[in-house]
């Protein structure tokens, strides 16, 4: 049987997707710590493999800063082929993004990496396809509006009003919003930190 959560718990990462995400599957950080580390692509690196780096790189940054505690870090990756989409900050970012994503199948790679306060880890990549209509020029006109787009990977937020351009998804909705649901707590429990009403089940 798991044990439960115990020590403290801190979530490297600002995005409130992904505290709400957690908050989904009764786990609250105790602390909330954007790591600063560069996120710039390698040379030659693949979208998935990114995507996996990055989520180490944050947990491992702020787990030095944190001994003791448990640091969850993510990452999110949004690939048109081989080819990693910016985190649009511009308006014009987040419309090249948009349009080369119309009417096209994409992947999102979601890096995931959990460090125990015994320096035990455990890292998931999970990877959902998700296909948008084609968009005409007045929807991306309309989205951009809307400022969604701002700070997100591929110029756009599912769990917003992008959700409407989304044709087909396989694989898992809640790693497109931030951080895969199913695998956070298999990868938690696996370390013997389970969320407390699991613990409690003995699952």
């Given at each position: 049987m798991?044990?439960?959560?115990?020590?403290?718990?801190?979530?490297?990462?600002?995005?409130?997707?992904?505290?709400?995400?957690?908050?989904?599957?009764?786990?609250?950080?105790?602390?909330?710590?954007?790591?600063?580390i560069?996120e710039?692509?390698?040379?030659?690196?693949?979208?998935?493999?990114?995507?996996?780096?990055?989520?180490?790189?944050?947990?491992?940054a702020?787990?030095?800063?944190?001994?003791?505690?448990l640091?969850?870090?993510?990452?999110?990756?949004?690939?048109?082929?081989?080819?990693a989409?910016?985190?649009?900050?511009?308006?014009?970012?987040?419309?090249?993004?948009?349009?080369?994503?119309?009417?096209?199948?994409?992947?999102?790679?979601?890096?995931?990496?959990?460090?125990?306060?015994?320096?035990?880890?455990?890292?998931?990549?999970v990877?959902?396809?998700?296909?948008?209509?084609r968009?005409?020029?007045?929807?991306i006109?309309?989205?951009?509006?809307?400022?969604?787009?701002?700070g997100?990977?591929?110029?756009?937020?599912?769990?917003?009003?992008?959700g409407?351009?989304?044709?087909?998804?396989?694989?898992?909705?809640?790693?497109?919003?931030?951080?895969?649901?199913?695998?956070?707590?298999?990868?938690?429990?696996?370390?013997?930190?389970?969320?407390?009403?699991?613990?409690?089940?003995g699952?």
């Open positions: 798991a044990a439960p959560l115990r020590g403290p718990f801190v979530l490297a990462s600002s995005s409130p997707r992904r505290r709400d995400l957690l908050a989904q599957i009764g786990l609250a950080p105790d602390a909330i710590v954007p790591a600063e560069d710039t692509p390698l040379p030659r690196e693949l979208p998935a493999p990114m995507a996996r780096r990055l989520a180490r790189a944050k947990a491992e702020v787990a030095a800063a944190h001994p003791g505690a640091v969850l870090g993510a990452d999110s990756v949004v690939a048109a082929g081989r080819r989409l910016p985190k649009a900050e511009t308006e014009e970012e987040a419309r090249a993004c948009l349009a080369l994503l119309s009417g096209r199948r994409h992947r999102v790679h979601a890096g995931v990496c959990a460090i125990a306060p015994d320096g035990r880890r455990a890292e998931r990549l990877t959902t396809i998700v296909t948008f209509k968009l005409t020029a007045a929807e006109d309309g989205y951009l509006a809307t400022g969604e787009w701002r997100k990977a591929g110029g756009y937020a599912i769990q917003g009003r992008a409407a351009f989304v044709r087909f998804i396989s694989g898992s909705y809640s790693a497109v919003v931030g951080l895969p649901v199913m695998e956070t707590t298999a990868l938690l429990s696996g370390l013997g930190f389970a969320p407390p009403w699991l613990a409690s089940s699952c």
